[in-house]
């Protein structure tokens, strides 16, 4: 069964550092999303595109996060600097529509710590 | 402002059917009840949706009262590995975001 790709799984950086991290959709969804988790919440979007263009990105701190899927395939959320407030799973999904029906498939995360 | 509200835990005895009650008694003629879930350190689970019949899938059956304010997921034989979070989630129709709340952590004890 196809599956959505998320590396690395952990992540430990220092405060002010930069950080990525990086998704692979399942072959042929053409929807992608990056959510946040807090522990003990559930996932908040953070973005979405629409092949290589950003459908909906009100929920991304843009002074220090940023997002891209240049060729509407693999994605890239990146942090600079990282923050302490930033220790979260950040989760990547995809969807082959982005309607009701489009039902999303998540990876398995990457967790962030920022010491 | 949470469309949904969930039991913030349960537990449920292996090989017995588990109940997962979920209020959303404001939702909207074309919002649609979903159900994901999430076990520990993976990511979310689709499991079900539904409009206003009730649907059943190889992982579990959904049930939603007549006014549709409430449903109510089955799982119905709950094993060790269905200990979780279950996400109940209120989505309009045309609308791709997913509102997760705090969900209902259910313990499936052996």
């Known amino acids: 069964e196809a599956e959505v790709a998320q590396s690395p799984r952990y992540k430990i950086t220092e405060k002010s550092q930069a950080v990525a991290f990086w998704c692979d959709p399942i072959?042929?969804?053409?929807?992608l999303y990056w959510y946040r988790q807090i522990l003990g919440q559930g996932p908040e979007l953070l973005v979405q595109?629409?092949?290589?263009?950003?459908?909906?990105d009100s929920q991304l701190p843009k002074d220090r996060f940023s997002a891209e899927r240049l060729k509407g395939v693999d994605s890239t959320l990146k942090i600079q600097p990282a923050e302490l407030g930033d220790s979260a799973m950040y989760l990547c999904?995809?969807?082959?529509?982005?309607?009701?029906?489009?039902?999303?498939?998540f990876g398995p995360g990457t967790r962030l710590t920022v010491t | 402002d949470a469309k949904t509200t969930q039991p913030p835990s349960m537990d449920c005895a292996e090989g017995r059917a588990a109940n997962l009650p979920c209020n959303h008694s404001?939702?909207?003629?074309?919002?649609?009840v979903y159900w994901y879930r999430q076990i520990h350190s993976q990511g979310p689970q689709y499991i079900i949706h539904?409009?206003?019949n009730n649907e059943t899938n190889e992982m579990a059956s959904l049930i939603i009262t007549e006014d549709r304010k409430s449903s109510t997921l089955i799982l119905p034989h709950a094993t060790l590995r269905d200990t979780a979070v279950y996400y109940c989630?209120?989505?309009?129709?045309?609308?791709?975001?997913?509102?997760f709340g705090a969900g209902t952590t259910v313990t499936v004890r052996a």
């Open positions: 999904a995809s969807s082959l529509q982005g309607g009701p029906f489009g039902e999303q498939y």
């Open positions: 072959s042929g969804h053409a929807t």
């Open positions: 595109f629409q092949d290589e263009s950003v459908v909906d």
């Open positions: 404001t939702i909207s003629g074309n919002e649609y």
């Open positions: 539904g409009l206003k």
């Open positions: 989630i209120v989505r309009v129709a045309g609308d791709y975001k997913l509102s």
